[in-house]
Structures are given as structure tokens and as C-alpha cells.
């Protein structure tokens, strides 16, 4: 993976990052229905999880998930930096439709 990519951040791609929700039920093997709070929990796709350990704030927009296995947590584009194995601009730019080309 090459780290000198000049690949360009549009300005406004917070703005175009996916739909929290549509994306995580994508992305998340069974995934629940949101709690009153607005979590819903799953499958860990970063471990072997039998257990839905993974919780994703499918109502905020920032898409914060955690894992109450030893993953961490972090934002929707640190979820597909990590699915993917991206750095962050090469994540952003999938998540916004721009493809992964450097
Ligand atoms: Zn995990």
C-alpha cells in the first residue's frame, strides 16, 4: 500500500460518507434493531464473534462502533479502514464513490 498517495479529498466528503445505518447493515453480519439510544450490536467482523460483540451507533453520524472483545472501537471510516485494511484517504475516497485508485 503505498502511503505518497496524491489521491484529493473533496472538501465536503464527511457530507458524502454513506448512510450510518444502510451502511452497517451492510457491512455487519446480524446485526440488531437499534436499542432506545440508538445502538444495534452484531457480529465482529475483526474477530471470530459468537457472541455480537460489536456495537454500532447506527442513529449518529458519525457511525462510532466498539467491540466488547478486545477490537477497540472507533468511527465509520476507521470501521472501513480496518475492514479493508485502507489507509484513511483511500477509505474515504470508497466510502464517497470515488473509487480506490491512487
Ligand atoms: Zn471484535
Given at each position: 500500500m503505498?502511503?505518497?498517495?496524491s489521491a484529493h479529498m473533496p472538501k465536503n466528503w464527511r457530507d458524502r460518507l454513506p448512510d450510518v445505518a444502510t451502511y452497517y447493515a451492510r457491512h455487519v453480519q446480524n446485526l440488531s434493531k437499534p436499542n432506545a439510544t440508538g445502538w444495534a450490536?452484531?457480529?465482529?467482523?475483526f474477530h471470530v464473534d459468537r457472541n455480537a460483540s460489536l456495537s454500532v451507533h447506527v442513529a449518529g453520524d458519525r457511525g462510532h462502533w466498539r467491540c466488547s472483545a478486545s477490537c477497540g472501537g472507533g468511527d465509520l471510516v476507521g470501521f472501513h479502514m480496518r475492514l479493508h485494511r485502507m489507509d484513511f484517504k483511500t477509505a474515504v475516497r470508497d466510502?464517497?464513490?470515488l473509487g480506490v485508485a491512487a
Open positions: 503505498s502511503r505518497s498517495s450490536t452484531g457480529a465482529c467482523p466510502l464517497v464513490g
